[in-house]
Each structure stands twice: as structure tokens, then as C-alpha cells.
């Protein structure tokens, strides 16, 4: 089973995907991927499950607030996080935070937040319990790497918050943010993936962009040099999805194929 950055995807969505990579005379337009919504996602020692009822449930390491419940203890079988409801897109990233995508577009994050990373205009202050990121709608998809957080609007413009010590989120600075703000020179953007330091985006014409830590080329722009705003990754087009490793990334073209570049 293909497996994305924030968890397993479900079989309905493994099902979209194998007719996102059909051949382009059976879509109109190959380049754009379906919204694939993550139902597991996995932390650093905890996990997040969606289920089909909207409800939230986590397990395992909570004492950081990683579970969401208002605890703040680990839990060694799945509880609800009752604090949310009509959640349709979860991501748990390697330094014990969570984010949740409610229907209407709205954030909610907890756990960890020593740089930001929750988005609600603190740092330091750990959350057991969901907050709200601040000055954020009309999101289509979050994403959480290592000590930061995206996030796709309906618009095609995408925002981070959190730590920003390798440009991690694009704004052209490596001042740290514990509010959203919008990734520089990004339009028209159909999906996005993030690990530990690095981010990738594709545009709705089907090329990649990548922003951030790029010590072995996983930026795929040909250089070893950090990015502090977006750049095209060199030689490939037509994708339809991608996915940040830790150090590497990988590609799925139109055509099926798979590309990878980094470590």
C-alpha cells in the first residue's frame, strides 16, 4: 500500500489515487491530483486515527499533549479527542504536535510548541488540549513536519508557522513564526508534503517546488543550498504527487512513473 508523509492512506483514497495515475486520454487533466485527506497519521510515539463519523482518536505518548484530549498522559489504546468534531484531515508531525482540519476550513493544533509550531501566537506554552491557528481559513489540507506546520488554502496559496531556522517556511527570512504566514511566490498550488526540515509543493501546471534544508539535494534543484523561498525542482513535470522524506523526496508523474532525488 502507497503510504503518504503523515500515515497510511485509506482505501478509498488508495483508490483515488490509482485513478489520479491513469493515462491522460482517461482524465481531462492529469496534473491535478484528487484532495487526498490523510485518516492516519503517525508521530513520533503517538498516532492519530480519523474515522468515517468525523471523530478524532489518538494513542500512545501523550505527555506533551500529543493525544489532544485535555490530559496530557499517554494512552496505550485509542481515545477520542472529544474537544473536536467534523475533522476531515489529520497530520502528527516527529516532535509530538498534531494538527486537525475541521470542514469549514478551520485549524486546530496541540501538543509541543517550543517554536510556534501550534500557530495560536505563543511559543514555549505546550497545549493538552486543541487551540485554534490564528488568522487561518479556507484550508484544504495541513501538513506537519518537524518543529513547523503547513497548510493549503482554497485559494492555491500555501501558509507555515513554527520554527524557520532553515527557511523552513518560505518566507524569505529564518525568523521563527507562531502564526501563520504565507509561503512567498506560491500561486496556484494543488498539494503539499513536509518532513523534518524540508517542504514540496506542485502547481496545478503539474511542476514541483521545494523550500528549506537541502544538506543532500532534496530540494532537487541541483545544489546543496538551503532555500529560504521556493524553487523548482529541476527536470520534472506533469506530477500528480509528492511526498518529503526525511532528507529525500519522492515524485508520482502522470504517466505513473516514480521520481526521487536527496539522500
Same mark, same amino acid.
Given at each position: ?29 492529469? +496534473? ?5 485527506? +490523510? ?35 499517554s494512552s496505550s489504546s485509542a481515545v477520542q479527542s472529544s474537544l473536536l468534531q467534523d475533522i476531515v484531515d489529520v497530520a502528527a508531525g516527529d516532535e509530538n504536535h498534531s494538527l486537525a482540519l475541521r470542514n469549514d476550513g478551520i ?9 510556534? #509550531? ?54 524569505? +527570512? ?32 503539474? +511542476? ?9 539535494? #532534496? ?45
Amino acid at each position: 500500500m502507497l503510504m503518504r508523509r503523515k500515515g497510511f492512506i485509506s482505501m478509498l483514497t488508495f483508490m483515488l489515487l490509482a485513478m489520479m495515475i491513469v493515462p491522460a486520454s482517461a482524465q481531462g487533466n492529469p +496534473t491535478i491530483p484528487p484532495q487526498l485527506k +490523510t485518516v492516519l497519521a503517525t508521530g513520533w510515539g503517538h498516532s492519530l486515527f480519523l474515522k468515517t463519523d468525523a471523530t478524532l482518536w489518538a494513542w500512545g505518548d501523550g505527555n506533551l499533549g500529543q493525544l489532544g484530549n485535555g490530559l496530557g498522559t499517554s494512552s496505550s489504546s485509542a481515545v477520542q479527542s472529544s474537544l473536536l468534531q467534523d475533522i476531515v484531515d489529520v497530520a502528527a508531525g516527529d516532535e509530538n504536535h498534531s494538527l486537525a482540519l475541521r470542514n469549514d476550513g478551520i485549524v486546530f493544533a496541540w501538543g509541543t510548541n517550543s517554536v510556534g #509550531q501550534l500557530g495560536d501566537g505563543t511559543t514555549v506554552i505546550n497545549r493538552n488540549s486543541p487551540v485554534q491557528v490564528h488568522n487561518l481559513t479556507d484550508v484544504t489540507d495541513v501538513e506537519a513536519g518537524f518543529y513547523h506546520s503547513l497548510a493549503l488554502k482554497s485559494d492555491g496559496t500555501v501558509w507555515a508557522w513554527g520554527s524557520n531556522v532553515f527557511g523552513e517556511l518560505g518566507d524569505g +527570512t529564518t525568523t521563527n513564526r507562531p502564526t501563520p504566514v504565507q509561503v512567498s511566490g506560491l500561486t496556484n498550488i494543488v498539494a503539499i508534503s513536509s518532513k523534518n526540515y524540508h517542504s514540496l509543493a506542485i502547481k496545478s501546471d503539474g +511542476t514541483v517546488w521545494a523550500w528549506g534544508y537541502n544538506t543532500d539535494g #532534496q530540494l532537487g534543484d541541483g545544489t546543496t543550498t538551503t532555500r529560504l523561498t521556493p524553487v523548482q525542482v529541476s527536470g520534472l513535470s506533469n506530477v500528480s504527487y509528492v511526498s518529503a522524506g526525511s532528507t529525500h523526496s519522492l515524485a508520482i508523474k502522470s504517466d505513473g512513473t516514480v521520481w526521487a532525488w536527496g539522500q
